[in-house]
């Protein structure tokens, strides 16, 4: 494989939503994006929906992680089976816990069986060398941030704000000689973002989320609760900071005297009071927010988004970025930077004390 020069870099995404398996193609040299390639999506079913959520939480060898493994690798494998043309690919895995200040990290899903059914070599494991090094292990997208903010030919400190079962934010100096000097980038989570949501609606109605925000457009938030919820210290803590899935569920026990669709629009509002409480976080203002992430299809989210930060909010579309697919494009982008030995978090990403490389490459039998 070429040891420099743009590669095709085919990267998967399984996020915390647990919706599905996101994968697309970058032609990138680990810097730069000089082209972005086909893509494709294949949700999980609801069958294998269950066998996830039964391992939420869990570490391997835990009772329900080998059927996770299982149903995460087949699923991978069906839809990375359809592209053509790729040299590399990175492989994230399905986050099952993350506890950074004590057990550590753990993505399921093992991209040694995916470097032989696919006949590709595999990068994968991205977290835990970061967490072993004393970085919170996400978020790990905002180096392709870096390069996606300087692809669209940004001028400005800007933010990318992806909305998926967690929120996370990038704040980004395009002027900055690299993603890795000092005063890049800061990133870190914003809070609850669409998991409260998602097992709200799956609880009380069966649904998998609350499609178009039709649900909460027509309840009423619970502003006291809203204002109570962003009186927990994660919120004013300085980044570097991390949540895992369902570090806030317990706001759904919180919210059972409330309607339906009052439930879905508070759980909507503490999303964005999320992302408004974290500006203060900036090293400098930002005038525009680019939205990715299945929450940027949810109008009454974005809505929200809007009535409570000052920015100009647009989902990264506006910006000719693809947003279902950015996290996985993210992951080719970091495979090539793992095969080349650079680094794939930094002190303002995820606080590690130095520049971080993570991930192990798993290469197909001769």
Not at 45 to 60: F, H, I, K, M
Not at 238 to 251: A, E, M, V, Y
Not at 310 to 319: F, N, Q, Y
Request: proline share 8%; aromatic share 6%; charged share 20%.
């Amino acid at each position: 494989m070429r040891k420099d020069g743009a590669l095709w870099a085919l990267g998967a995404m399984s996020g915390t939503s647990l919706d599905g398996v996101d994968a697309a193609m970058v032609l990138t040299d680990g810097v730069t994006i000089e082209g972005f390639g086909p893509s494709a999506y294949r949700p999980y079913t609801p069958d294998e929906q269950d066998l996830l959520r039964a391992a939420l939480g869990q570490w391997p060898g835990d009772p329900n992680v080998a059927a996770a493994a299982e149903t995460v690798e087949n699923a991978h494998a069906e839809v990375l089976s359809r592209f053509t043309g790729a040299e590399l690919l990175g492989f994230h895995g399905q986050t099952l816990a993350h506890d950074p200040a004590g057990r550590g990290t753990h993505q399921c899903g093992n991209g040694a069986v995916l470097a032989q059914v696919l006949n590709l070599p595999t990068v994968w494991d991205f977290r835990s060398c970061d967490v072993t090094m004393g970085g919170q292990g996400a978020p790990l997208a905002p180096f392709f941030h870096f390069a996606c903010a300087r692809h669209i030919g940004a001028t400005e400190p800007l933010a990318v704000l992806n909305l998926g079962g967690v929120g996370n934010l990038t704040w980004i100096d395009p002027t900055a000689d690299k993603a890795e000097a000092p005063g890049a980038l800061l990133a870190f989570d914003t809070g609850p973002a669409n998991a409260p949501l998602n097992d709200l609606m799956r609880d009380r109605l069966g649904l998998p989320f609350d499609a178009d925000g039709a649900l909460a457009a027509q309840g009423e938030v619970d502003e006291a609760f809203v204002a109570m919820v962003m009186t927990d210290p994660w919120f004013d803590h300085p980044p570097p900071k991390s949540l895992d899935r369902n570090d806030f569920h317990g706001l759904l026990d919180h919210l059972e005297m409330l309607s339906d669709a009052d439930a879905a629009a508070t759980l909507t509002a503490v999303a964005a009071a999320g992302v408004a409480a974290a500006q203060i976080h900036f090293p400098a203002p930002v005038s525009r927010i680019l939205v990715t992430g299945g929450g940027r299809h949810n109008p009454r989210l974005m809505a929200e988004l809007r009535r409570r930060i000052p920015s100009t909010i647009d989902p990264v579309e506006a910006a000719g970025l693809d947003g279902d697919m950015l996290e996985a494009q993210a992951f080719a982008f970091l495979a090539v930077r793992v095969l080349r030995k650079m680094a794939t978090s930094s002190p303002g990403t995820t606080g590690t004390p130095a520049l971080v490389g993570g991930g192990q490459i798993s290469r197909p039998d001769p």
